[in-house]
């Protein structure tokens, strides 16, 4: 392998001459798709979808998750606090079925959209003695409550009148209450990084340790941001976005690469391994996403700058995609400060990346990098979580049902509109249903060469994987060279016919790219003094202000005003 560098001012083949040409066997079965198959592969995702909610809401509910073997709820692990594999996610409120609101929007199912919104408004609260991860809190709950408030009371109605009778904000007071949950893990924390776990009930439990991974602790701007301009409480995009700065200001002199895992007290690095994959992936894809939602320049200046690192030190492989010498390109782990190479394997969260490339407007390298993944899931009907691309093996073998190689193969379908891709999509449908489904649901795979199962279908699946199936009828519109590509939603779905635009999260949760999240309607309340000099990054410049003055209150009283107020609302 060789490092990448571009190559002069050599003209390069549209990408679309990577399937235009040499129309052999496998091109002629590859260049078609008919109506009836889209209709029958879209079919198939919405059963998929309902036969992992309907066992959900059936067998588990008000449980966090279905074990789909066993028929029954699974909640946190009581009896194990250190299980982290478990109880960083479940917090015992009824994480699947808030993580698939949107979802029954998507499928059109506005009657069971409605009575799930009234059992989260009904059964849910937050006042839980748990103790979870700030990013999957995050994530998976916040950005659904949000998601769902927004497209519930959308004034544009893309999908028709969905008015609830009587609703008057329940959902985004839950997810208000919530984020005030998760603000203590931003106190006494000397870097802003913050804290990775909180108490529900208690804040930052007094003995949680001082790292945190840069993933988990810079991928809180989109859904605390939206947040913020929902509300009018500017409190929340500011420490999202303070963390977004302090992890960029660590960032490497020599490669302009960060780390993946960081003391939040002293500012070292303590994990230096950078790559694309766990512990760093929706960094960067907030970066750009949040610039997408709410137009702050900065962000996509420090995404570029990232873009580019990354080009320059963890692409392997020969210069040009799709012709020349060499390995086709690969992005692998190195040492943050020298570029060096760590290891030899990849995770299954990399396949996130060619999504974002092609959000990013490079869809040549996206359809490469996207190759590679297709290639080992063709191999094992399921993306082992780690791979190791010397030894051409697994290295970690299971699957647990992760939507990345799905959402980078929807985009990559709307940015090309490549048939080939609707293959891909229904090739991985087949495989899970012949490879995960067990009598309730879709079970993990334990191993992905002899197809043992583990009994657990997380939410993710029915919030991301089945949405994703689902939706290959969107398109991406490019307004401007060189920015990020907005998403669209295709005339087949109603969210189009609003001219509306839509952004997913991480999470996949919907969220309209709208003038009123490019306004800070907090900016008259706290008026700000002008700087000296250009702040290094477009956080805020309220920032320069000391807490006290800009708030009027010591931030820990700030936490504490605002639980009272959801305490009179309840």
């Known amino acids: 392998h060789k490092t990448h560098r571009r190559i002069g001012n050599s003209p390069k083949k549209s990408y679309l001459s990577f399937f235009q040409e040499g129309r052999d066997e496998y091109d002629r079965k590859y260049s078609s798709f008919p109506d009836a198959l889209k209709v029958k592969m879209k079919g198939m995702a919405r059963d998929m979808f309902y036969f992992g909610y309907d066992n959900y809401m059936k067998f588990a509910f008000p449980e966090d998750e279905l074990n789909p073997i066993a028929c029954e709820g699974r909640g946190p692990d009581v009896l194990n606090p250190s299980n982290i594999n478990i109880n960083d996610v479940l917090g015992n409120y009824s994480l699947t079925l808030i993580d698939a609101l949107d979802t029954l929007l998507v499928l059109g199912n506005v009657t069971e959209f409605h009575r799930a ?31 769902a408030h927004i497209l519930l009371t959308d004034p ?8 609830l009778k009587d609703y008057d904000n329940e959902l985004l007071h839950l997810a208000h209450d919530l984020a005030v949950r998760l603000l203590p893990a931003f106190e006494n924390t000397s870097t802003g ?62 490669t302009g690469l960060l780390g993946n895992v960081v003391n939040i007290q ?56 799709n012709e020349g010498d060499g390995d086709p ?21 990399q396949a996130f990346f060619p999504g974002l490339q092609v959000l990013n407007g490079d869809v040549e390298n996206a359809i490469c990098l996207h190759a590679f993944y297709y290639a ?81 279908m ?59 999240f490019r306004e800070k309607n907090w900016e008259d309340q706290f008026p700000c003094e002008e700087p000296n000099n250009e702040p290094p990054a477009n956080i805020s410049n309220c920032e320069r202000i000391p807490e006290e003055r800009r708030y009027g209150l010591p931030l820990k009283s700030i936490y504490m005003r605002q639980i009272d107020h959801m305490v009179g609302l309840s």
Request: charged fraction near 20%; include cysteine; hydrophobic fraction near 35%.
């Open 117 to 147: 919104v009234k059992l989260v408004i009904d059964t849910v609260s937050f006042d839980k003695d748990s103790t979870v991860q700030v990013f999957e809190a995050n994530i998976r709950i916040l950005g659904s409550l949000i998601s």
């Open 156 to 163: 544009r109605h893309p999908f028709g009148d969905i008015a």
């Open 193 to 254: 990084i913050p804290y990775p776990r909180v108490n529900l009930k208690r804040g930052v439990p007094p003995d949680s340790i001082n790292e945190t991974c840069t993933a988990g602790a810079g991928s809180l701007l989109v859904e605390f941001g939206i947040l913020s301009r929902l509300t009018g409480d500017s409190t929340f995009e500011w420490v999202a976005r303070r963390a977004v700065k302090a992890l960029w200001n660590l960032r490497s002199n020599e």
């Open 266 to 321: 002293t500012g070292q690095w303590v994990g230096k391994q950078s790559g694309l994959g766990a512990g760093m992936d929706s960094f960067y894809e907030y970066l750009l996403k949040s610039y997408i939602l709410f137009g702050e320049k900065e962000d996509y200046r420090m995404f570029s700058a990232a873009y580019e690192s990354i080009q320059s030190h963890l692409r392997r492989g020969r210069a040009a995609c």
């Open 329 to 349: 390109p690969l992005y692998v782990n190195v040492n943050m400060f020298n570029g060096q190479i760590m290891n030899t394997w990849i995770d299954s969260l």
């Open 376 to 456: 080992i899931w063709k191999r094992f009907g399921a993306l082992p979580e780690r791979y190791n691309w010397q030894l051409q093996a697994p290295d970690i073998l299971f699957y647990p049902l992760r939507p990345e190689l799905v959402e980078s193969t929807y985009l990559l379908y709307q940015a090309t509109k490549n048939p080939f891709y609707l293959h891909v999509g229904m090739d991985i449908l087949e495989s899970l249903e012949k490879n995960t489904k067990v009598r309730c649901g879709y079970a993990t795979l334990h191993h992905v060469v002899d197809k043992s199962k583990e009994d657990r």
């Open 458 to 516: 997380e939410s993710f699946f029915l919030s991301e994987t089945c949405k994703y199936l689902y939706l290959p009828y969107f398109y991406l519109r490019n307004y401007k060279h060189s920015q990020p590509t907005l998403l669209l939603f295709d005339e087949d779905n109603p969210l189009h016919m609003s001219e509306s635009k839509y952004i997913f999260t991480t999470e996949g949760h919907v969220m309209p790219i709208d003038q009123r």
